[in-house]
């Protein structure tokens, strides 16, 4: 059965209709994504922690253009606290828990792989 990229967006479809060559191409695809995002946000961590760091000079911009646009709206709903600024940490653990949900071993789609 032909798989839509569409349904991915539309709530309680699809994931069960994937067929195992689709669910690999997904799975090629998110797995260095979710990869180099996390690395990134790693590396926003310890940015966090010296202001004085400008973000759009070398070497610091390799960082700060990719992540700014996905922390800057978190950093309005996840107040820093103490002032440390934790929405790079939030998005490691949330880019973390989907890594673990789509491509771990228990995986969606990994699972959606061995479908016969």
Excluded: C, H
Aim: no cysteine; charged share 10%.
């Amino acid at each position: 059965m032909a798989f839509s990229a569409v349904a991915l967006m539309v709530p309680g479809t699809a994931w069960a209709d994937m067929d195992a060559q689709t669910a690999k191409l997904l799975a090629s695809v998110l797995q260095p994504t979710l990869a180099l995002s996390s690395v990134l946000m790693i590396v926003r961590i310890p940015m966090t922690w010296y202001p004085n760091i400008d973000g759009t000079k070398w070497p610091w911009n390799l960082v700060y253009i990719p992540t700014e646009p996905i922390l800057g709206p978190t950093r309005k709903i996840i107040q820093p606290v103490g002032g440390v600024d934790i929405s790079p940490i939030v998005w490691v653990a949330l880019l973390s828990f989907l890594n673990e949900i789509l491509l771990g071993p228990q995986g969606i789609l990994n699972l959606l792989q061995m479908k016969v």
